[in-house]
């Protein structure tokens, strides 16, 4: 297993590729992933969970939107996780996330997840070392029960630089239209950067060889999009799908 | 680890006990459960969830209903697993049971859990043996998730002999306040007693040295009753239980 330093993973593009291009070929994939999506959903066999997570502005929101412009609402759903609340508090980690994993058929997409809790968590030492190994533990097992029940599990972490996150988040103050979006907690957060990038490189060592992590680089939405769209249709074609056989 | 076999345990009480002086003695258990339960709620910080398995009238309402009869309904919630539904069937098969889970402070019963997944399931031949052995796994992973959060998990397996539950069925039929129970079904189930009695006792062995089953004698009700509530009071008594401090 080679540990992931994401210190040496670029954040953008290839140099020789271009926008348009990629651009064209991320709608046919997103094209056909709808259609192997429709029959995953006849077939009622198999579900899909997507896992994002990302720093702050790393665009976890509009990838979603792109990546699966082209299914329908019954055939995905989506869950932001999050602060938790009280209630959610007052179980283990993983009981809110356990609520929302795929029925058969469906895609569910978590923007965020369980990782928020070996992650923020951490950086901000609300639990201890000892803490973090066993729910290192737990979500493993976790997700093995999601796989043994023919839950595809897929993990995306977007990775952007520094400074295109500081870009970002100063549109949000700039654009009307991303101003709902700024939280000055977000630029206080943005201190720990170091933390969170040892913190993640963690989780992909200690969550990572059974079921592991796609590192998309994220500085530029059309290569991002191209990434993941590219990955899941990849994990959709490995399922045996088939319309169900006419019966009698 | 020594094995259980369910055939060398008696179902009935020592021959040297006497009915009434035991039921005072539950009487006086159950108040001192409830009493341990009111601090477990104020402190919010440990919970109980007892697991109840038995045959069929094996007497599992009747004991929740009087090993729990002195706590407010605002301290427990009793949850029975049936037949799962459509919904429940098209997701991982702890998914139905993880959201019942008990909330810091609560008393939470599973008349039936997630170990009819792993009994009726196994004896009718509805999975392979490959899939038990899986489940086995995840029921031990999921219960030391919920242990990991302080939730204390104690479980109850009924004891009756075949004989008895005999009598019991025939007296649904018979008692008009007891027809209500009645399932002809029950009875074809009965003719599988051997396949669950070994089913059971591989149950025993695979999910349980961590977290041990308490096998009820379960033929008299005040003998059930008196020991699955020693259990709990044991339980609860291993807790360190206090009334929050004054605040400020």
Partial sequence: MTEIKLAEISTLPPGDLDKEPIEDATKKITKEIEDLQEIMQAQRKYSLLVVMQGMDASGKD????????????????????????????????????????????????????????VLIQRVHKWIDEKTVMKRFSHINNFERLLQDSNTVVIKFYLHISKDQQLIELN????DPKKFYKHNENDFNERQHWDEYMSAYEDVFKNCGPEIPWHIIP?????YKEYCMASAILEALRALPLEYPPKQG
């Fill in 171 to 174: 549109e949000r103050i700039s």
């Fill in 218 to 222: 994220s500085d530029r939405n059309w």
């Fill in 62 to 117: 509009s990838a979603v939107k792109k990546v699966f412009d082209e299914i329908g609402p019954a055939g995905i759903k989506v869950q932001a996780f999050k602060k938790p609340t009280e209630e959610e508090m007052s179980h283990d980690f993983l009981w809110r996330v356990h609520k929302h994993v795929p029925e058969k058929g469906m895609i569910q997409v978590f923007n965020r997840s369980h990782y928020e809790d």
